[in-house]
């Protein structure tokens, strides 16, 4: 596993005496890599010897962030540090645990009840995004199988249809009613059903359906079922309530599941300072470290501090634990995001050696990266591979397969590919498609995918509607976008924040930046659901661009109300209209202190432009 440490060390020339820590940081270089182009200096050795977080500190030469703040930097617990990168939506979750396994041959058709109702495929139960930046953030439960079972696959569910027949927000009634007729409630029809619930983003209504087992005593409640019902509440309620509900269960129940998906949904609300504290729980309780748990600490920093990545990896090789095909996928995207497509290269060669071949997901991730990194020919020709002899046998893997096809601009590809598809199509495949056609400017295509699934699926949920949405956000059709919207609602779809997402940058799309606020701000205070990062930063980027600093803050306001802590992206926004409005901003120093978010080298140059106190040559001059 560790030859992936093989690399030069760039610190070797600066003659740092660190010795065996020194070595450590070198032959971690190839997976981590350094932020900015600057060297990431290992303080202290002696960090990991206990397992626990923060394991090692690091320090940035020649850019010294304690000169920024005046003081010296902290520990690696801060929230928010960020090393610049794509920023991430907050809406995803890695602790799906009621997922059935499924093995078996496809079947070719799908029960009316299933069109009725459009059950989805298990490949989607981890989130609403398609897109190859989420496919690597999917539940490590997610096997290679169960993203080759088909909608059809999974049996209806009776009680998911009672469920979602309930004419009212409260579903006790209903439940009770299901029961009192004798219907099934075996474990495995609950399963199903908290499956299709998921699948759905209703969080609610499988919450309710959790707590009524529970108070009702219909199920002898094991520790999975514990730790599925704490996911809900961390999802619906936040951490805190989380937290509180742990002390609920009984003892002998509190085990590692339990705390892991407490991890899990800490990392999923980028909270790196409570991540910490529970991974050191975790460890003092006498858990062993787990990929599961070392994997979700890498996703967490791969988003918000890549450094700490090299912490992680340490760790598991002092814990003996094994790097899994997910912890692949994370590496491998790091490097891509960072444009290093040959340490990208070695990270697969290494993974290769170590027994472990990538699948559609991870080839499809590398696909992405060679498109962006301009390697086309590398890029098409790993799409090829993923196709295989006969893409038939491989049809899962279209939809992966057609919006890389569109980045590429190969409209003929996509077109052949949903040609194959478009006698049977499945839902998932039906929204690649959309999002294909999107990208290569063919609307009417899209509106015609979207009219098949239409036809084939009598009840679409929120997330079919909202792939067309964004098609039409993309391309400023506002007026179609609002009378997909009404259908939606006319539909019975519930409109959360996906919807919300896409309608704001509809508006914003189409220069109406004061409406999509305006819509944000309704849907904030309807105080159900949270609407999602990428939604307030949208807006916050438009005021920003105006240098509108007034609103800019606003908006920066009301995301920590709503409860997003403050991140390296939001300083960067709002520094940015300081500077637009050619205005000092008093305090900003202070203030990104006090959110414990540190600058790399190009925030500091911005924060430095907006410095009341700044030395000028002509005012060094006048003074």
């Not at 999975?224 to 509900?245: F, M, P």
């Not at 790097?323 to 497509?341: A, C, E, H, P």
């Not at 009378?483 to 779809?493: H, I, N, W």
């Amino acid at each position: 596993m560790w030859a992936l440490r093989r690399a030069s060390n760039p610190l070797k020339s600066q003659g740092f005496g660190l010795g065996t820590a020194r070595a450590c940081c070198s032959r971690l270089e190839v997976l981590c890599g350094c932020v900015d182009n600057e060297a990431v200096i290992l303080a202290s050795p002696r960090a990991v010897s206990d397992g626990r977080l923060p394991l090692l500190r690091f320090y940035h030469q020649p850019h010294d962030c304690s000169n920024f703040f005046g003081g010296r930097r902290g520990l690696s617990s801060q929230a928010g540090a960020e090393s610049g990168g794509e920023e991430d939506d907050l809406e995803e979750g890695f602790s799906e645990l009621e997922t059935p396994a499924t093995d078996g041959a496809v079947q070719k058709s799908m029960t009316e009840d299933e069109k009725e109702y459009g059950l989805i495929s298990e490949s989607e139960l981890s989130g609403d995004h398609d897109d190859i930046e989420n496919d690597l953030e999917l539940s490590e439960t997610e096997t290679e199988a169960s993203r080759k079972t088909t909608p059809s696959k999974r049996k209806f569910s009776k009680l998911f249809k009672a469920i979602m027949d309930a004419p009212d927000i409260s579903i006790h009634s209903t439940l009770t009613k299901y029961a009192e007729e004798g219907n099934d409630l075996s474990r495995a029809e609950i399963s199903l059903a908290m499956a299709n619930l998921r699948t759905r983003r209703m969080y609610g209504k499988a919450l309710q359906l959790s707590e009524w087992l529970e108070t009702n005593k219909k199920l002898d409640f094991i520790e999975r079922d514990y730790a599925s019902c704490l996911d809900l509440i961390a999802k619906l309620r936040g951490l805190q309530k989380a937290e509180s509900y742990i002390q609920k269960i009984p003892e002998s129940f509190r085990g590692e599941v339990v705390y892991r998906t407490l991890l899990a949904n800490c990392v999923a609300g980028n909270n790196v300072k409570k991540a910490e504290e529970v991974f050191n729980r975790m460890k003092d309780k006498g858990f062993p470290v787990t990929s599961f748990a070392c994997n979700q600490l890498l996703i967490l920093y791969k988003r918000l501090d890549k450094k700490k990545v090299a912490d992680v990896l340490l760790l598991m090789e002092k814990e003996n634990v094994n790097l899994t095909q997910f912890s692949y996928k994370i590496l491998i995207d790091i490097k891509g995001q960072s444009n290093d497509l040959t340490g990208m290269d070695q990270v697969v060669e290494t993974m290769k050696s170590e027994g472990i071949e990538p699948d559609s997901s991870t080839q499809a991730i590398l696909a992405k990266h060679y498109v962006s990194g301009g390697r086309k020919e590398k890029a098409e020709a790993m799409l090829k591979e993923m196709e295989g002899d006969n893409l038939k046998e491989h049809r899962w893997t279209c939809r992966l397969l057609l919006p890389l096809y569109a980045e590429l601009g190969k409209a003929d590809e996509v077109a052949r590919i949903w040609k194959l598809c478009e006698s049977n199509p499945w839902l998932d495949v039906c929204m690649a498609a959309i999002e294909a056609w999107g990208k290569l400017n063919k609307v009417e295509e899209a509106e015609a995918v979207f009219k098949r699934m239409s036809k084939t699926w009598k009840k679409l949920s929120t997330k079919h509607y909202t792939a067309l949405l964004k098609v039409y956000a993309d391309h400023k059709m506002l007026t179609k976008g609002k009378d997909l919207v009404k259908e939606m609602a006319e539909s019975g779809c519930h409109i959360g924040p996906l919807t919300w997402d896409a309608l704001v940058k509809l508006h914003v799309e189409g220069g109406e930046v004061e409406k999509a606020d305006s819509i944000l701000l309704k849907a904030q205070q309807q105080n159900k659901f949270k609407p999602m990062f990428s939604s307030y930063m949208l807006i916050m980027d438009q005021y920003a661009k105006r240098g509108d600093i007034h609103s800019t803050e606003k908006i920066f306001h009301r995301m920590r109300q709503v409860g997003y802590v403050a991140r390296f992206k939001q300083f960067q926004t709002l520094v940015q209209a300081y500077i637009n409005a050619k205005t000092p901003a008093y305090g900003i120093r202070d203030r990104m202190r006090a959110d414990n978010v540190f600058p790399n080298k190009a925030l500091a140059a911005q924060v430095a432009q907006v410095d009341a106190f700044r030395k000028t040559a002509v005012s060094e001059l006048l003074d």
